[in-house]
């Protein structure tokens, strides 16, 4: 008889930090493979094969890019994999992202987006630095999905610096990619009152948001 397999147990919602699988990974995690140039080669970390197929894209090939979820605290990831040409050796990348249960509502029913949010919650004030910087990400993005974009500023506010990471970086990387630009822009004086923050990654952080605000302004 087959050992039960992982996706055979219920789903623990369980911390992010007490989770085997999902703290070994980053918030983005990237791999490279040269088709016949091994030393170049840069997997995605082993915990990224525990990850569980959820959900393809209707656009797109279900091998290329889906939706995949933790089996043992339900976190969703999405998974892309690229493919270029070359006559040297073609490339594979593939881009593994942590999302938000706000960023993979479609995916879920209302009672999965209760329990992750719940989880959230609890988690802002967690022992583990890693939970309760997704705990602040997590609601951010929650607070962004409602248009509630002075509720999601107030965690830049907040006292923890894991919380003002969390929500930050968030930011962040959704300002990076050009999306939500314009609500950004309308907390600008919470991102501003950072800038002279005591923790260096949280005062760079938050000028990298403010150049994104900057750039829509002048051409929006
Ligand atoms: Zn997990």
């Not at 600008?188 to 605000?213: M, R």
Request: with cysteine; proline share 6%.
């Amino acid at each position: 008889m087959m050992a039960p397999d992982e996706s055979s147990k219920p789903i623990g919602y369980i911390p992010i930090a007490d989770c085997e699988i999902c703290s070994a990974l980053d918030e983005v995690e990237t791999s490279f493979t040269k088709y016949d140039w091994d030393d170049l080669d840069r997997p995605l970390p082993p915990a990224a094969a525990r990850l569980k197929f959820f959900a393809a894209f209707d656009a797109y090939d279900a091998e290329r890019r889906h939706i995949k979820r933790c089996p043992v605290c339900g976190i969703f990831y999405e998974y892309w994999l690229t493919y270029d040409y070359y006559i040297n050796g073609s490339e594979d990348e593939e881009e593994l992202t942590r999302l938000t249960p706000a960023q993979a509502k479609h995916f879920m029913d209302e009672a999965t987006y209760e329990a992750l949010m719940q989880q959230a919650r609890a988690g802002l004030t967690d022992a583990q630095p890693l939970t309760r910087r997704y705990a602040a990400k997590c609601l951010v993005s929650h607070h962004m999905e409602r248009q509630e974009m002075p509720l999601a500023g107030e965690y830049l506010a907040h006292p923890d610096p894991e919380v003002v990471k969390g929500a930050l970086f968030f930011l962040r990387k959704l300002a990076n990619d050009g999306d939500r630009r314009p609500e950004i822009a309308s907390i600008k004086t919470a991102i501003e009152a950072l800038v002279q923050h005591a923790d260096p990654d949280i005062s760079s952080g938050a000028q990298s948001v403010l150049h994104c605000i900057k750039i829509y302004e002048k051409y929006r």
